[in-house]
């Protein structure tokens, strides 16, 4: 049965809406099948699988989001907030595990703002996100642009915390020569982005179970069926710049989903953990998406066409709700008793 489920949440996930002329348009299915040939199960069920098998109460989950770049995106974009924050939220409502969000400082007002809307309160405040009773918090944690001490706050953040998992959703990473690319294959330069694939690397080091999620392969990851993209892909692997490699992020994690959006994978992961812990409110309902995404772009984050509007990728705040809707159909009917007719 978890089988069927996560099957047809994948499907969900991984419908292409792109219109044309989106160089992220018809990469979806080639980048989802490459990721599935090498892990072999449904992709969202096995991330809910692994964090509900290495999160327990108490215990910090990292989640890196936050992709942008001044002065067209100062703050970031709409996709990868709200899917890290309604992976927070599971974590925390369904595991117990205690979430913290890492971002660059000028990324996190949206996430914040986000986490807020879903009714799990963002604070900088250690004493409020160790709290394990009634209030329902995350921790906050800024991650410095560009390279110069993005090492050492990796290693810091490990050391403090001492997560038991640590998510990337939606976090660029470099490629094979060490250049990190946007969507479009161009270099996004170190300086606008937090480089927090170190996590990712030094959690591995350290056993730390990590999970990376994207909808394009150049998201921290994908490394991990390089590869298999490579051969799935061959015409898209040549970047724009003068680095004489492709977009594809080089850096590997445990576990890696991909998705049509990032935000729609991580709601697909959020619905398993949902259906894996028996419980429909995991996922959040239709009216707190809707409020995460305008108090999202309220908060600075840019969603479509360099509007401020709660848009994500292409599509308009009534698809996030209907996907919402059609996640939650999944669980609810998934956690029914059986129907005998008895005729």
Not at 126 to 133: F, I, L, N, Q
Request: aromatic share 6%.
């Amino acid at each position: 049965m978890p089988e069927i489920f996560g099957e047809h949440v994948d499907r969900l996930v991984t419908i292409e809406m792109k219109r044309p002329g989106i160089p992220s348009r018809g990469v979806i299915l080639p980048l989802y099948e490459a990721a599935r040939r090498v892990q072999k199960r449904p992709l969202t069920l096995l991330a809910a699988e692994k964090l509900k098998e290495n999160v327990t109460l108490g215990q910090y989950v990292l989640i890196a989001t936050g992709s942008g770049k001044a002065p067209w995106r100062p703050a970031g974009e709409t996709d990868g907030p709200l899917g890290a924050v309604s992976l927070a939220r599971a974590i925390k409502l369904g595991l117990g595990g205690r979430p913290c969000y890492v971002a660059g400082k000028p990324y996190m007002p949206p996430v914040a703002a986000a986490s807020d809307a879903a009714g799990i309160t963002a604070t900088y405040l250690r004493e409020m996100a160790d709290y394990d009773g009634f209030y329902p918090t995350a921790l906050m944690r800024n991650f410095p642009l560009g390279h110069e001490r993005a090492l050492d706050k990796a290693l810091e953040l490990l050391d403090e915390l001492k997560p038991a998992a640590v998510i990337s959703i939606e976090s660029l990473g470099p490629n094979a020569q060490g250049v990190i690319h946007s969507m479009t294959g161009y270099e996004r330069e170190a300086e606008h982005v937090a480089l927090t694939y170190h996590l990712v690397e030094q959690a591995r080091k350290r056993g730390i179970f990590t999970l990376g999620i994207g909808d394009y392969g150049n998201e921290v990851g994908f490394g991990l069926v390089a590869e298999e993209l490579k051969k799935a892909m061959p015409g898209w692997a040549a970047c724009k710049c003068p680095c004489g490699g492709s977009p594809l992020c080089e850096v590997t994690t445990d576990v890696v989903a991909a998705g049509a959006v990032s935000n729609w994978v991580g709601y697909g992961i959020s619905a398993c953990l949902a259906y894996l812990c028996q419980d429909i409110n995991l996922l959040q309902d239709e009216e707190t998406e809707r409020r995460m995404g305008v108090d999202c772009v309220y908060a600075g984050a840019e969603g479509e066409g360099g509007m401020k509007q709660p848009w994500v990728d292409g599509t308009r705040p009534q698809v996030q709700e209907a996907i919402i809707t059609m996640l939650r159909m999944l669980v609810e009917n998934a956690v029914q008793q059986a129907l005998e007719r008895g005729w």
